[in-house]
T-cell receptor, first 107, second 114 residues
Framework: SQQGEEDPQALSIQEGENATMNCSYKTSINNLQWYRQNSGRGLVHLILIRSNEREKHSGRLRVTLDTSKKSSSLLITASRAADTASYFCAPSNKLTFGGGTRVLVKP | NAGVTQTPKFQVLKTGQSMTLQCAQDMNHEYMSWYRQDPGMGLRLIHYSVGAGITDQGEVPNGYNVSRSTTEDFPLRLLSAAPSQTSVYFC?????????????FGSGTRLTVV
């Protein structure tokens, strides 16, 4: 399976702090995507990183990819209460999801 | 507004009943898929389609049927509802299976089978 597994399962931080979550997968990929899901809503695409990229930025988001370790990380800098959500990674080709990381940003 | 539209938003079924969950997109996406989300289980792929007339099974296809007669629509049919099918169902679409620009998700259908 190309399902990504997110770690940790849950994360609680204060507003203004950084949040880091990791994703591991098992097979070769063409790209890896990160999604956010607010409570009771559909998933929203955040960022895609290709297998030949090592790092990518989008606003306050920073994604890294290490294909040799089959892992990726998502960093949210200067977190806000609105960042409270579940975050999922999706290794490419079949777009399957793990259980996600639930992030709580306390004001 | 361009996007993925799912109907209904909520549904309660009795065991053994059948129903169809509707999914429509107006972005001319070739790839469409259905997921179910259970608490603590993440999203599991039920069925997907890479274009009109082409469908394939995902991780958990049993008890569900799909068809893709047009590019825009990808309905999911529950043949004989069971309590184990109580879940939140999401439809997603993309230009391609690889999803170079990401996948667009609908807002979900919350299904309860009693």
């Amino acid at each position: 399976s190309q399902q990504g597994e997110e770690d940790p399962q849950a994360l609680s931080i204060q507003e203004g702090e950084n949040a880091t979550m990791n994703c591991s997968y098992k097979t070769s990929i063409n790209n890896l995507q990160w999604y956010r899901q607010n409570s009771g809503r559909g998933l929203v695409h955040l960022i895609l990183i290709r297998s030949n990229e090592r790092e990518k930025h989008s606003g306050r988001l920073r994604v890294t990819l290490d294909t040799s370790k089959k892992s990726s990380s998502l960093l949210i800098t200067a977190s806000r209460a609105a960042d409270t959500a579940s975050y999922f990674c999706a290794p490419s080709n079949k777009l399957t999801f793990g259980g996600g990381t639930r992030v709580l940003v306390k004001p | 507004n361009a996007g993925v539209t799912q109907t209904p938003k909520f549904q309660v079924l009795k065991t053994g009943q059948s129903m169809t969950l509707q999914c429509a997109q107006d972005m001319n996406h070739e790839y469409m898929s259905w997921y179910r989300q259970d608490p603590g289980m993440g999203l599991r792929l039920i069925h997907y389609s890479v274009g009109a007339g082409i469908t394939d099974q995902g991780e958990v296809p049993n008890g569900y049927n799909v068809s893709r007669s047009t590019t825009e629509d990808f309905p999911l049919r529950l043949l004989s509802a069971a309590p184990s099918q109580t879940s939140v169902y999401f439809c997603a679409s993309s230009y391609s299976r690889v999803g170079q620009n990401g996948y667009t998700f609908g807002s979900g259908t919350r299904l309860t089978v009693v």
